[in-house]
């Protein structure tokens, strides 16, 4: 009961901010599901991936077209998640990774509509700018995972395992590249690799100067609009 009054509280005045603390908790979780072993890992993923969808419908729920693809994204993920239990096939977690992927994306651009370029730049839209920066992550670091399916050899230093051991390090790897800071640890070897790497680099560069001149020109435009 109080879960569900907590999410009827979410409105555009505040709706960023839960949806920033609902990506960090999936951060967090993937790194600290590792603890709990290799047989629960993708479990308790899911299971986070399933509340940050929840939170993530009632933060943006007030994009009508989102909320319709949202619902569409739940009904295929039950199915693909009924699908993998019942036949354990390796198109399963191809699936899982592309119907995640859609969603972080579907999410990212909703998200960029209500954040970017128009009306008044308040705290909500600041963590909202947040928010895009760690959806940008999550969509990089399921890409890589989706290339170690296919070139299970592509990154030295992450394993050719499961994508939910792997979630973790592929999200250090993604943030790390995002904001080029290249420790080394883990490092492209394939063409393939090399090439979503430094494509991720490039977006982390240019990520801030985009997101600081739109705030600063949405922060204008409403001035001027309210001062006539």
Not at 31 to 49: P, W, Y
Not at 117 to 122: D, K, M, R, Y
């Amino acid at each position: 009961m109080k879960v569900g009054n907590r999410l009827k509280n979410i409105n555009e005045e505040n709706n960023f901010f839960y949806l920033t603390l609902a990506l960090i908790a999936l951060l967090i979780s993937g790194a600290l599901a590792e603890v709990v072993g290799s047989g629960a890992i993708e479990r308790v993923l899911q299971v986070t991936i399933v509340i940050t969808f929840i939170v993530c419908f009632a933060s943006l729920r007030f994009d009508k077209n989102w909320s319709r693809l949202l619902k569409t994204l739940a009904l295929f993920w039950v199915a693909v998640i009924i699908f993998k239990l019942i036949f354990e096939r390796r198109e399963m977690d191809i699936a899982m990774l592309a119907l995640t992927f859609c969603f972080f994306f579907g999410t990212f651009k909703s998200t960029a509509k209500q954040v970017l370029f128009h009306g008044e730049v308040n705290t909500n839209k600041v963590i909202g700018s947040v928010a895009l920066f760690l959806l940008l992550g999550l969509m990089w670091a399921i890409v890589y995972l989706v290339v170690i399916e296919y070139s299970p050899g592509a990154f030295t230093g992450m394993e050719a395992i499961s994508w939910g051991e792997n979630f973790s390090n592929a999200a250090y790897f993604s943030f790390v590249t995002l904001t080029t800071l290249g420790y080394g640890d883990i490092s492209p070897v394939t063409p393939l690799a090399q090439v979503v790497v430094y494509l991720e680099a490039i977006v982390g560069v240019f990520y801030m100067a985009i997101v600081v001149s739109s705030l600063v020109s949405a922060n204008l435009q409403h001035r001027e609009q309210q001062n006539g």
